[in-house]
């Protein structure tokens, strides 16, 4: 199975460089015929071939092999920062034009006094929070838009009825109606910035 994905993978990584077999034999130290039986799944390249493909194509042997969909699942990559922000009564993420490092995610959230005490004692003021866009997984924190506004809970779905409870436990929780909430994102990561 991870052949067919890998054969996919490398005609796809080829093309999308604009590179015929030929020259893609070149550039690895291979042979015409070696990358044509690679991309039918015939025969799997030696190591130092594969070190040459991944290295000049700049993926994850995880991308290679068809484990992952991101090219470069351990490398940092820039993420827009957002923070909520209220506008004619509706709560709307507004873009604050900064951008974090981070190895994953979708996008980030800074976390502002709208927020900052349901996330208390966890999540402090500029904090920034991490997202991926994906549905809803048990007992993840999570991003949602209700009734206008946003909340950051820890989510447990029943039926068709989400328990949202806030990290900070003098907040009480709240009842959700699946199909009237709008799940932003999973919360996967933070951002610390530590005081000089």
Same mark, same amino acid.
């Given at each position: 199975m991870f052949r067919e994905k890998f054969s996919?993978?490398?005609?796809?990584?080829?093309?999308? *460089?604009?590179l015929s077999q030929e020259q893609l034999?070149?550039?690895?130290?291979?042979?015409?015929?070696? $990358?044509?039986?690679? /991309?039918?799944?015939?025969?799997m390249p030696r190591e130092e071939i594969l070190e040459n493909l991944y290295a000049?194509?700049?993926?994850?042997?995880d991308y290679l092999f068809g484990f992952s969909d991101d090219p470069n699942p351990y490398?940092?990559?820039e993420i827009d920062v957002f923070a909520i922000n209220e506008r004619e009564g509706f709560e709307i993420l507004n873009?604050?034009?900064?951008?974090?490092?981070?190895?994953?995610?979708?996008?980030?959230? *800074?976390?502002?006094?709208?927020?900052?005490d349901s996330l208390s004692p966890f999540y402090f003021l500029n904090? $920034?929070?991490?997202? /991926?866009?994906?549905?809803?997984?048990?007992?993840?924190?999570?991003?949602?838009?209700?009734?206008?506004?946003?909340f950051l809970a820890k989510l447990v779905k029943k039926g068709n009825v989400f328990f949202a409870e806030f990290l900070n436990p003098s907040f009480e929780g709240i009842k959700v109606p699946v199909n009237a909430a709008d799940l932003t994102g999973v919360m996967i990561g933070m951002i610390r910035e530590l005081k000089k």
């Open positions: 996919r993978r490398l005609r796809e990584l080829r093309l999308s *460089r604009g034999a070149r550039i690895v130290h291979t042979s015409t015929n070696a $990358i044509g039986m690679y /991309e039918t799944g015939k025969r000049y194509f700049d993926v994850s042997l490398k940092e990559k873009n604050t034009e900064e951008t974090v490092l981070f190895r994953k995610g979708d996008f980030a959230l *800074r976390v502002t006094d709208k927020i900052a904090d $920034i929070l991490v997202f /991926e866009k994906k549905a809803y997984q048990k007992n993840t924190t999570a991003l949602m838009y209700y009734e206008r506004q946003y």
